[in-house]
């Protein structure tokens, strides 16, 4: 370990800080660009920070300078390789190995938290969002509570943060109603700021709330009355959740696909229709069924072609044989009439 300078130590208490030796390897040394003052921009290795001020040992020597980032006319952390591979992982939706990268990372880099663009808090958001994609309430709650920089978040990540916090609350089954009234005051306050999957995911809460009124034995049997509503607005919230992720279809989604599908398949009527039309129905057949008939299957069908979900549940392919496409009517109907036009045609001649 190098040694370190009077005139180190004394720029340290001149700052009010206490001394704080080089990182380690372990602890993650980062490299950073900065301009100071008149100087050129430069890149500088940190060996530390306190607060908002960073540390570094000066060009050629062993002693250890401060510098508050304020003082910077340029600053910025470099993007450190673990880190990178982590963030590679989250954007390529390998989710599992990515949290696990990005969690390592979140805490090798705590001691730079306070510094903007620090990766512990670049980490810690990544991780935030994996955690919510897979579901995985109990490691979000802990990821919230223990988020580095959590104050000094801004915009969207500060949004995401906020709306974590209240997602994490599903960790907890007696409390959906609370986290449903808090989901909807979010969305009320925050409707032109939010990003779609944070959208997303307030959606998912109320939706997942309205479902839980909907008993299991209601599901196998039949949804009774006083549950339709709830019902209804479940399956509703559910393909909010899903459509505002534009086609991104993380596990969260893929549960709000599944649970929207037998919400509708208990409805009153839809069993007993479907049980009576197992193959391609006519047009007759599918105008004549209950609407949630009708939306369940095509429902079914756009999981089955456009998600490729079946193996997610064996109703899917159940349902998705009997949907009727009237784009073939269509085709039938104009080359029909394209073959009557012929035949006047002729008739003319």
Sequence with gaps: MKTYTMFGLALAAL???EYAPAQDAAAGKLEAVVQMGGKKRTKIQLAGAQGENILFAQKGTDQLLSQPVSGCKVFYIMTPA?????????????????RKKLSACRLKYA??????GNPSTTAAVAEMDCCARLMDWKALDEVCRAFPGANSLAGPDKL???AAKILA???????????????AKFIKGNIKKMDSETYAWMRYIVA??????VPAAELQGGISEKNQEAASKAVDNFCQCVMSVHGNIWPMQKDALV???HLLYAMPGVKEY??????ILSAGAWNGGPADFRDAVALAYMMKNLYEMSSADPLIDELAGSFYNAAKDRKAAAEAEAEGGEEKKEEAK
């Design 82 to 98: 673990d880190l990178a591979s982590a963030l590679q992982d989250y954007r390529s939706d390998d989710l599992a190995d990515a």
């Design 169 to 183: 609350k599903l960790k907890d089954p007696a409390g959906l109603d609370a986290a449903k009234d808090d989901a």
């Design 15 to 17: 700052c009010g800080m």
């Design 160 to 162: 995401r943060y906020q």
């Design 274 to 279: 479907a049980a009576r039309n197992r193959t």
């Design 208 to 213: 997942s709330s309205y479902a839980a009124k």
């Design 259 to 261: 649970k929207s599908l």
């Design 111 to 116: 001691a730079y938290a306070a510094l903007p």
